[in-house]
């Protein structure tokens, strides 16, 4: 059995403490917010975020930061992404030399373009971080659905480690040393979930959506790849797998706040009807930078920052997107001639 400290008690907060206490493991929750905390310790269920998941007695929960991470084994950070680097940089006092952080949300950093575990190195240098990602909605894992997701770790120790402590009978846990790879997949698929959400608003079919996400995974791989990532992550569960995930299913905020919009509501509106952090949109500007960057066509991604900070329609983007330059679907497949 491990000491566990959860840092973050959203859905999927929620859901990886549920896991982790049904494997044996004795498991502190904390949450900055003080009436979450209240609610949780009180209901043992997440009433708004994950209703019908029930806590165990055995799950503390917490407000103090010091109490969630003092003493250990290891530590899963599952705030949302444009929280990571203030939310590490608060914990770096309390964690000692050596510490497994396991990070379990998915997005880049705007206005730097690096990734969580690269944030939290820079505010935690003594910590020994790794990453949990894949097709994995918290809705089906906190109600044991079967689940498989992948483990990114600097060493073959901490990732088999973790992977001893997540993996159950309903959730299939892998192991890769491709910490880059897994991160950019789980970042950028939020982006071109929001182009399928859109798709589906405008009341087009499967066959548009079938196209976004094979183009989308290919924009992926493009940039993913460019930038360090390897191949066979894009076309795992952390690229492909967790990209159909994320744009085909009805727990998909990415892809409600797409559809929303699709339908004609505004980005903000579409936000606010979803009541969760939409980490896409956070995401796409700091993809179309890194596309420009490292010179790679992105053109999905292109078109969703457009629709959301440039007030171009959702129908007029998906018709630019149809009436570009005609190409090779692989400019690596050449003709005999």
Known sequence: MANVGVLGAGSWGTALSVLLSDNGHQVTVWSIDKDEVKMLDEKREHLQKLPGVKLSQNMVITNDMEEAIRGKDFLVLAVPSIYTRSTARNMRPYVAEGQIIVDVAKGIEESTLKTLSVQIEEEIPQADVAVLSGPSHAEEVGRKLPTTCVIGAKTRKTAEYLQSMFISKVFRVYTSPDILGIELGGSLKNVIALAAGIADG?????????????????????????????????????????????????????????????????????????????????????????????????PIVVEVNKVLFEGKSPAEAVDDLMLRESRSENMALMWDE
Do not use: P, W
């Open 202 to 298: 405008l009341g087009y079919g499967d066959n548009t959506k079938a196209a976004l996400i094979t183009r989308g995974i290919a924009e992926i791989a493009r940039l993913g790849v460019k930038m360090g990532g390897k191949i066979e992550t894009f076309t795992g569960l952390t690229g492909i797998g967790d990209l159909i995930v994320t744009c085909a299913s009805v727990h998909s905020r990415n892809r409600k706040a797409g559809y929303l919009m699709g339908q004609g509501k505004s980005m903000q509106e579409a936000m606010d009807e979803v009541k969760m952090v939409v980490e896409g949109v956070y995401s796409a500007k700091a993809a179309a930078r890194l596309a420009e960057k490292y010179d790679v066509s992105m």
